[in-house]
């Protein structure tokens, strides 16, 4: 009986841990509901879910709001240039559309759009995680960003299908905003820290024994 009530039971980390998602999910939801503060809010998600669900290290509702307040400034500031962007694309996107309707020329134009389009999203895919990893004001972490998404086109392009997948499902159920952001942190954080490990720090002899 002491085993099965054990809180280092596989059975109650599993549940924790998907407490935790489901938690850290709907934190960062309401976080991201002022809009601008989307940023810091998805710095602190990628920092919270590699930190702490993927490395088992502090807490993880303490460290989502230390990195949300160190990241908040730069955060909103990137966020309000990825929204004006979007809305770029977004009229751009209607305009193809329109064209689409007219002939099968413009049907093609249109589906190079949403392919090509795979880019910009990859990139935004970078700017968050970077930002809760590195210092950076608006303008270095935008060229950092841009030089690793060209660098790593493949990780790029996964990420960029991954998370227009969940923008999908997100937006026609709702319910998987729930467990989706964390999750796809939880997806990300491999591919990005494989990314990053050349630029961080050596670890300290005693962490990599």
């Known amino acids: 009986m002491g085993r099965i009530f054990n809180p280092d039971n596989g ?4 549940t ?3 407490v935790d998602i489901i938690l850290l999910s709907l934190l960062w939801t309401a976080c991201c509901l002022p809009v ?3 940023g810091p809010s998805s710095a602190a998600l990628y920092y919270t879910v590699e930190k702490c669900l993927l490395r088992g290290e502090g807490q993880p509702y303490r460290a989502f709001f230390h990195s949300f307040r160190q990241n908040f400034r730069v955060g909103a500031l990137t966020t309000l240039v990825v929204l004006a962007a979007a809305f770029g694309l977004w009229c751009l996107r209607n305009l193809l559309w329109l064209s689409a309707l ?3 020329g413009g049907y093609v134009a249109y589906v ?3 392919v ?3 880019l910009p999203i990859g990139f935004v895919c970078y700017l968050f995680p970077v930002l809760s990893r590195f210092t950076f004001g608006v303008g270095g972490l935008l060229g950092a960003c841009a030089r690793l998404a060209a660098a790593h086109l493949p990780s790029t392009v996964l990420m960029a299908a991954v998370l227009s997948a969940a923008v999908w499902a997100c937006a026609r159920f709702w319910l998987p905003v729930a467990v989706l952001p964390a999750v796809v942190c939880l997806i990300f954080a491999p591919l990005l820290e494989r990314i990053f490990r050349p630029y961080l720090p050596p670890a300290p002899p005693e962490e990599e024994e």
């Open 11 to 14: 059975f109650f980390r599993i």
């Open 16 to 18: 924790g841990k998907a």
């Open 36 to 38: 601008f503060t989307i």
């Open 102 to 104: 007219a002939g099968p």
């Open 112 to 114: 190079a759009f949403l």
């Open 116 to 118: 090509v389009l795979l």
